[in-house]
Structures are given as C-alpha cells and as structure tokens.
C-alpha cells in the first residue's frame, strides 16, 4: 500500500538499507544450515565485507540501533516510508535479539541440541524471508506488511 504520498526511487533504495542490520544480526542463526549445505553460504557471501566491519566495532549493534531510531525513524523531515522501513528492520532486529537470548537459555539445557539447532534454523529462515519480502515491498515503493510487527511500526511511526 503506498499512501502518504509517492515514494520516489531514491525512498525506495533508503528505506532498503536498514534492513541489512537484521540480516547481518541473523546471520548468527544460520550456521547449522550453512554447515549442512556450504552453498547455501555462497548467496550471503557479499555480506561478509559489511559483517566483518561490524563485528570489528565494539557495541555497533546499540550504535547503529540508536542511530537509525534518533536519526531517522524520529526525524520528521525524512519520508514516512523511509522511517517506517527502518523501525520495522529494528523491531526486526530486536525480536532477533530477543530469540538469541532465549537460545542462550535453553543452549544451557542438556540434550536439547537437535531443539536448538531446528529452532535456529526456523528464525533464520523466517528473517530472511521477512528481509526478501520488506526489501521486494520496498523496492515495489509499497509498504511491507508483517503481522505484528508492522502494527507496532505503525504505532511508533507517525
């Protein structure tokens, strides 16, 4: 749905970008699929250059997490659709953050192993394709609709 006005090609390209910090971040996820199928891994490759600066910043997860909600979702001047595909991709990242906490905990359980590595695989299927999908509504100059999370952007995003 494209209201509050046109988005232009340059909206669509910037309302893109946020959404490497959730792919980046689930990344971590994959590494049992991409052990199982090495050419599964060759498609992220062009990530590497990007996650190795950010895993070479102490803290740049908080950094770039307050500087896109300061920024950019709060910065009435920047395009609605811009500002809303950014906090979608940061309540993306942070519902990542809250999965990898929860498998950290469980990660402590013995014989849970096979239960975590299907539950990592499960999120890191389900970001990628929420990030294919945002990005493809993106670039479409619609907005991306994912339950729950759209509606919590929606609220947040005026």
């Avoid at 929860?102 to 990628?128: Q, R, Y």
Wanted: aromatic share 14%; glycine share 6%; proline share 5%.
């Amino acid at each position: 749905m494209t209201w509050r006005g046109s988005t232009t090609v340059s909206d669509r390209i910037f309302a893109c970008l946020p959404y490497l910090l959730p792919l980046i971040e689930g990344l971590a996820f994959g590494r049992y699929l991409f052990a199982q199928f090495p050419l599964l891994a060759l498609l992220f490759l062009p990530l590497s250059p990007i996650q190795g600066i950010y895993a070479s910043i102490p803290f740049a997860s908080l950094i770039i997490f307050f500087a896109l909600l300061f920024l950019v979702v709060r910065n009435e001047k920047i395009s609605h659709f811009i500002r809303f595909n950014t906090m979608q991709a940061i309540l993306l990242d942070i519902a990542l953050f809250l999965c990898f906490i929860v498998l950290e905990v469980l990660g402590s359980i013995p014989g849970v192993d096979f239960a975590l590595e299907t539950i990592s695989n499960t999120i890191f299927i389900g970001i990628v394709a929420a990030v294919v999908y945002s990005v493809a509504q993106s670039l479409f100059g619609r907005y991306a609709e994912i339950p729950a999370i759209s509606d919590a952007v929606h609220m947040q995003v005026r």
